[in-house]
Structure formats: C-alpha cells, structure tokens
C-alpha cells in the first residue's frame, strides 16, 4: 500500500524554528511532486504549495511564501516543511500529499498529518 | 486567485435519502488540455482528506458508487444517491486548474 508517513506533533514557542516531514517508501520519490495544505483548528484546507523532488523547483501560494521552506532530501526519499521564525498564528495540522502531475492539482494521496502547536 | 464557493456549508441529511452540495467557480476550470481538474474530498472526524472523485467525475477505486460528481464550466455537484452513517464528515470541492489551486469551504454533513 502506499503512503505518506508525516513526523508526530510538535510544540514550540513563538519565534522557535521548526522542521516536520514526509516519507514515503513505496513510490518512486523523483515522479511526484509533493504538496503541503494546511488545516487552521476547526477550519478548512488551505494549498501551501508544493515541490518537485526531481530538482527541487518550488511554488509557494502567495500567502506563505517567505514564511515557509520546502526542501527534499531524495536519499531519504523525504520532504520537509520547515519555519525559522513561528508564530502563533502557525498552530494547524499539516498535510502532505501527492500529486498526480505538478502541472494541474489533483492530489490522489494524503499523509496522515501532523499537528503544530505554537504557544508561549 | 479563483474563489470555490461550496453550498450548503451544514447539510443535516436522512439516512438512505439522496444529498447534495454545489460548488461554484469564480472562473472557468478548462485546463490547457481540455480538462477540467475539479476534486472533491471527504474527511471524516478525526482523519486526513480522502479523494472521492477527481477530473470532475472519475470516481476514485474504493469509493462506493453511491458518489457522483458532475458539472461544468464554472458549477459542479456532488451526489450522494443514498447517505449512509459512513458519510458523515466534511466534504470539500477543489480546482487544480488555476495556480494558486483553492479550495471551496466545506460542507459538514450530518445525519439528521
């Protein structure tokens, strides 16, 4: 079966940096890209952006980008979603998943998400 | 960016009867292609997303027939012909064609 397996939940102070991530063993990692959504407490889903794990080419929704980093290491067939500076405001669930092709969205798989808390 | 506007956003439902929710575009979903890249998900309490159909209508393996989706353009639906206890959770409509892809706001199903 494949699947997404997502780090556990994390607690960090304001300003804290903080990296979680995303593993997968049982597709091959170069053929698609990665994209991470994030749930807001009792919200809904909201595209972050995504990266191709061949060459590390990046799309941030305007709304993250300069407040978040995707990065892969492909030896571990693993992609990170990282902050250097949280903020509260940060405390959500955080999924990953696959897209079919990182032209057009269309996620055919999730990881099982990891939950930030950010508090002082 | 395109806006997904879901209705209803809480829709108490009878188990065994039909149910349905809408989902409006701000634009037309046509891709390049010729494709319309139009998802609906479901997620259960406490669970991840999971894609019910994909490409406007392909129903995913394992998703029972009982889930339909339609549409064009810029109006897309979602049926549930008869709704089970299974059913319960929020369903959300998505559009991949236009970068930054959005998502509509959910729409909690319950059973009445």
């Known amino acids: 079966e494949v699947q997404l397996v997502q780090s556990g939940a994390e607690v960090r102070k304001p300003g804290e940096s903080l990296r979680i991530s995303c593993t997968t063993s049982?597709?091959?990692?170069?053929?698609?890209?990665i994209a991470w959504v994030r749930q807001l407490p009792g919200r809904g889903l909201e595209w972050m952006g995504r990266i191709d794990p061949s060459d590390s080419d990046v799309d941030y929704s305007p709304s993250f980008e300069g407040h978040v980093i995707f990065a892969v290491d492909k030896s571990s067939t693993t992609a990170y979603l990282q902050w250097s500076s949280l903020k509260a405001s940060d405390t959500a669930i955080y999924y990953c998943?696959?897209?079919?092709?990182?032209?057009?969205?269309?996620?055919?798989?999730w990881g099982q998400g990891t939950l930030v808390t950010v508090s002082s | 960016d395109v806006v997904m506007t879901q209705s209803p956003l809480s829709l108490p439902v009878t188990l065994g009867h039909p149910a349905s929710i809408s989902c409006r575009s701000s634009?037309?979903?046509?891709?390049?292609?010729?494709?319309?890249?139009l998802s609906w998900f479901q997620q259960r309490p406490g669970q991840s997303p999971r894609r019910l159909i994909y490409q406007l209508s392909n129903r995913d393996s394992g998703v029972p027939d009982r889930f339909s989706g339609s549409g064009s353009g810029t109006d897309f639906t979602l049926r549930i012909s008869r709704v089970e206890a299974a059913d319960v959770g929020v369903y959300y409509c998505?559009?991949?064609?236009?970068?930054?892809?959005?998502f509509g706001q959910g729409t909690k199903v319950e059973i009445k």
């Open positions: 998943a696959r897209l079919v092709d990182g032209s057009y969205g269309d996620i055919d798989l």
């Open positions: 049982t597709h091959n990692f170069n053929t698609y890209w």
């Open positions: 998505m559009q991949g064609t236009w970068w930054p892809w959005t």
């Open positions: 634009q037309s979903l046509v891709y390049s292609d010729g494709n319309i890249y």
